[in-house]
């Protein structure tokens, strides 16, 4: 009798625990483990991208001497290459952009040898991005975005037709090379064509401070110093999603 009375009180005690365990648990949690569950290494990559784009440059700048009365530059390309990270509506990535050269051509106050001053100006930047995506309506997705970072300018083939630097007047014998702080603000809209590919379509502008025309200008000669650089980007780009 006394064994049969313990058998039902550990009985009852262990129907005690399971409920009181079962109760301890969220809603929803008492399941058995799920098979379907991504394995380690793809929730780790879960919400990186690289992403590839050109594009059109419309260049401009200046006035980068008093007696400008005209500045011209020609329109340009350029490519990217970056990585970034996604989470819900907010998206950040890390880019690198190289541009053709764009030429540069100013007229000045001078009687004679019009246009004065030409060269050729290309550039590289670092970019630290941010972007706001507004939600998606049929497949699109709109957004905008800023950045900031580095800038390095060059400039080559400068010539002053009034004072040629190639006749080594003013000891210009080099290109003139800078680096600068550079800001971008941006817009556009995304399209997801695959599970894990978006098509990218927008706009950027990129300001990129001055270049000096060749070495030295603006400090031991009188060569030109090219001033606030900036384009205006029409872009195409593709993402690829880790996930």
Same mark, same amino acid.
């Given at each position: ?11 009852? @005690?262990?129907?005690?625990?399971? !409920? ?5 648990? +969220?809603? @929803? #949690? ?9 394995? !380690? &290494?793809?929730?780790?990559?879960? @919400? ?14 200046? +006035? ?7 500045? %011209? ?7 990217? &290459? ?16 190289? /541009? ?21 100006? #290309? ?22 975005? !800023? ?7 060059? /400039? ?17 014998? #080099? +290109? ?16 997801? =064509? ?19 025309? /060749? ?9 030109? =110093? &090219? %001033? ?16």
């Amino acid at each position: 009798m006394t064994q049969a009375r313990a058998l039902i009180a550990g009985f009852v @005690g262990a129907l005690a625990f399971v !409920a009181g365990a079962h109760a301890a648990d +969220p809603p @929803g #949690s008492w399941r058995p483990p799920q098979p379907d569950e991504p394995p !380690a &290494f793809q929730r780790l990559m879960s @919400g990186w991208y690289l992403r590839a784009d050109v594009g059109f440059r419309w260049n401009g700048g200046g +006035p980068s001497t008093a007696d400008v009365t005209r500045e %011209k530059y020609t329109t340009s390309y350029d490519g990217t &290459f970056g990585f970034g990270y996604k989470y819900q509506w907010f998206r950040a990535d890390l880019t690198y952009d190289r /541009s053709g050269p764009t030429r540069v051509t100013a007229t000045t106050t001078a009687a004679f040898n019009q246009p004065q001053l030409n060269a050729k100006i #290309s550039s590289q930047t670092v970019l630290a991005n941010g972007y706001v995506d507004f939600g998606t309506w049929g497949g699109f997705t709109p957004y905008v975005g !800023a950045g900031f970072g580095i800038a390095r300018l060059k /400039s080559v083939d400068y010539l002053d037709t009034a004072n040629s630097p190639s006749n080594n007047v003013f000891g210009v014998t #080099s +290109p003139g090379t800078q680096q600068n702080f550079a800001w971008a603000a941006m817009a556009g809209v995304a399209y997801q =064509v695959a599970s894990n590919w978006v098509l990218d379509v927008g706009y950027r502008h990129i300001e990129m401070g001055n270049v000096p025309s /060749s070495e030295g200008a603006g400090t031991r000669t009188n060569a030109a =110093v &090219f %001033k606030s650089q900036h384009t205006d980007e029409a872009r195409v780009g593709i993402r690829y999603l880790f996930d």
